[in-house]
């Protein structure tokens, strides 16, 4: 019977094992495309979005992201109401981005705000992969912007979890402007000795790495995060080579000096907290 | 005659001809004196970007340039226009010096984009473009940006912030090529001619949109048909931009750079 009950178990193993992620993102089950466990759903959330069979850090939204880094109920959402020019007029593009309001409940590819990290007041901006890919268009930069401008007025840390495909193509040069609108608000923010925490998520890439991702004080990025500036297939096609295992992840950048450090999500909270009382100036 | 309108994918074959000007061309015309200076300081010097001081009139200034070639073995020398990290950050170390001896800065921009490679990656080619494009939002000095050619994405514009942005009529300046854009939007890399149209990258677009403050014009056939003509109109305006730019205070300077990126929407 014991027996029977085993054989059982990996029959039913072998069934889910072999369901297609997609058939699950529906359901109440997801299935981890790196180790290949199927895993419950709530209990993933409960993990924080990390696999609790392989570690694999899964894609968060900016709306539980929040909630893992900000103290409950002192966020205070700004920067709402923008919307693009569609300045290409970009066949559908207005329409699209309608419906992925509708979807997602976030009004764009970004969510920032004002709130407090272990008491400690901070501006936060934490990009979303659920719209368009976390791409950065006109209200992506602007937003990115005021919450820049908003940390200067305020004199408190600035904390970007950075999630991006890069440009927004469909803006067109607009979106080009946009990484030199969100870089020169950063030097400003430079100029007023104000700390910038900027976390590298998957993925991080094209005009975002280009921008105001690579230029914090301090630089986090979550394990095994893809992290580039020329997405893997472009340089691929470029120098027809196939790319070496690991090539562009965090521990890459670790080691080529281009982070700082590589943070669990279970610790990212309090490694924030440390470093952000750790600037509180007892100096002056 | 009525000129024939050229059309945007036109202007795109007439930006990348290999026989165009390039940016060596432009800086033996308007500067009576050029000594160029290599090298990042950290890891090599970059053959696509040529830097120096030059004289234009009695004015000192830096001068920045994105060098294709036009055979082949130039070509392989300049690596086509595609910069390393290493030539961004040559370009930051000349525009500092810039800015420390109170010189104007001009850049002249032609690049098919960033170079794409292992090495560059693993030399943070995001970071050094990141980087340029803050450091130079904030340099003291009047910093005039020229597209010459090219001018394609986050490797343009990582030597494109500036007080004064100009682009030859038959400059293109987008987000990506038309052919890359064709590709991921229209899942269709052929659509290129369709993608150059509907991308809006013509001096003249970036105009409307008020990126761009000065078009110079070109003869028929391009900029090499009457280069004297071109680098006149392009020497006149430097000279008269400089001018302006140095009636300014520093903080007026810098303050509106910052305006001009600002309400870029």
């Known amino acids: ?284 | 005659m009525p000129k024939i309108k050229t059309s945007a994918w036109d202007k795109v074959l007439l930006a990348r001809q290999a026989s165009r000007p390039k940016a060596l061309e432009y800086i033996e015309n308007i500067f009576n004196e050029f000594i160029e200076l290599h090298g990042d300081r950290l890891f090599s010097d970059d053959k696509s970007i040529i830097g120096g001081i030059g004289k234009i009139e009695d004015y000192t200034v830096t001068v920045i340039g994105q060098q294709k070639g036009k055979t082949t073995k130039e070509n392989m020398e300049r690596n086509f226009g595609m910069t390393n990290p290493e030539g961004y950050r040559k370009a930051l170390r000349l525009m500092e010096q810039a800015e420390k001896f109170n010189r104007p800065i001009i850049t002249f921009i032609d690049t098919p984009g960033a170079y794409p490679g292992i090495g560059a990656e693993e030399r943070g080619q995001g970071e050094a473009i990141a980087r340029n494009i803050c450091s130079m939002s904030n340099l003291k000095v009047p910093i005039i940006c020229v597209v010459i050619g090219e001018g394609s994405s986050g490797g343009a514009l990582a030597l494109g912030v500036g007080d004064k942005i100009v682009m030859l009529e038959n400059a293109i300046y987008s987000i990506l090529s038309p052919e890359g854009f064709a590709s991921i939007l229209y899942k269709d890399a052929s659509k290129n001619k369709e993608a150059a149209e509907n991308m809006k990258i013509t001096a003249k677009d970036l105009k409307d949109f008020g990126i761009i403050d000065k078009i110079i014009k070109e003869p028929e056939g391009g900029a090499g048909e009457n280069f004297e003509s071109v680098t006149k109109e392009l020497k006149t305006y430097i000279l008269k931009s400089i001018k302006e730019l140095n009636k300014l205070t520093k903080n007026e300077l810098v303050e509106n750079r910052y305006k001009k990126f600002r309400t870029m929407c």
């Open chain 1, 1 to 284: 019977m014991i027996i029977d009950k085993i054989k059982k178990v990996n029959v039913q193993e072998e069934n889910r094992k072999n369901l297609k992620a997609s058939d699950m993102l529906v359901g109440k089950w997801v299935k981890c495309d790196n180790c290949k466990e199927i895993l419950y759903k709530e209990e993933l959330h409960e993990n924080l979005g990390v696999c609790p069979n392989c570690g694999k850090h899964f894609r968060l939204s900016a709306r539980r992201r929040i909630k893992q880094i900000i103290d409950e109920g002192t966020f205070v959402e700004i920067g709402n109401g923008l919307t693009t020019k569609d300045p290409l007029k970009f066949d559908g593009y207005v329409k699209k981005l309608e419906a992925l309001k509708e979807k997602t409940k976030i009004e764009e590819a970004v969510v920032t705000g004002v709130g407090k990290i272990n008491s400690d007041e901070v501006v936060i901006a934490v990009m979303d992969g659920n719209f368009l890919m976390g791409s950065m268009g006109s209200v992506v930069g602007e937003k990115i912007t005021l919450a820049i401008e908003e940390s200067i007025k305020r004199k408190v840390p600035l904390i970007m979890f950075c999630l991006s495909g890069g440009a927004r193509m469909q803006e067109g040069i607009i979106s080009l402007m946009q990484m030199a609108k969100t870089s020169s608000a950063i030097a400003r923010h430079n100029d007023a000795g104000l700390l910038y925490i900027s976390v590298l998520t998957d993925p991080t890439t094209g005009g975002v790495t280009a921008s105001f991702a690579m230029l914090g004080d301090i630089i986090l990025a979550e394990p095994n995060a893809l992290i580039g500036f020329a997405g893997p297939r472009v340089i691929e096609q470029t120098i027809k080579q196939t790319l070496p295992e690991g090539f562009q992840r965090s521990e890459f950048l670790l080691e080529h000096g281009f982070i700082d450090k590589i943070v669990e999500r279970k610790d990212m909270k309090e490694t924030i907290s440390k470093l952000i009382k750790l600037h509180i100036n007892t100096n002056n």
